[in-house]
């Protein structure tokens, strides 16, 4: 939801990232990282057409861990924080495309780089 040319609000969900985990025994685990996000995007309209912006949530996660593994983990929840920054280039006044970084920090230990490109549909 667009408040106004400078101030937005987006809610998301996604694949945030992955790891493989070995254990001292030799066992590995692979792990997927699921989340829905809730952030504010400060834009920075240069022109009519180029519009950077920085982006900061909060992240409600999970983890989905290989059940084929020799090694049974325990999956996860919890919540993080999400930086990002980016741009969009409108196309018309229906469809723009994005690009951008994104840093999730989930936990002490999980943190993940995402870079996206998107189209955007205005309505």
């Known amino acids: 939801y667009r408040f106004n040319s400078f101030l937005s609000a987006e809610l998301s ?7 493989k ?4 025994s030799g ?12 952030s504010a995007l400060m834009s920075f309209p240069i022109n009519p057409q180029w519009v950077p ?9 999970w983890e989905s861990a290989d059940t084929s593994a020799a090694v ?12 990002g920054l980016g741009a969009d280039y409108l196309l018309n006044r229906d469809l723009t495309l994005r690009g951008e ?8 230990t999980a ?7 998107s189209v955007l549909y205005n309505f």
């Open 53 to 61: 912006f920085g982006r900061v949530g909060t992240v409600f996660w």
């Open 27 to 38: 066992a590995s685990a692979e792990s997927q990282f699921y989340g829905v996000t809730a």
């Open 72 to 83: 049974v983990r325990d999956e996860e929840t919890g919540t993080g924080v999400v930086l």
């Open 101 to 108: 970084w994104e840093l999730y920090i989930l936990s002490d």
């Open 13 to 19: 969900y996604g694949n945030v990232g992955g790891f």
């Open 21 to 24: 985990e070995t254990f001292p």
């Open 111 to 117: 943190i993940n780089n995402v870079f996206a490109a």
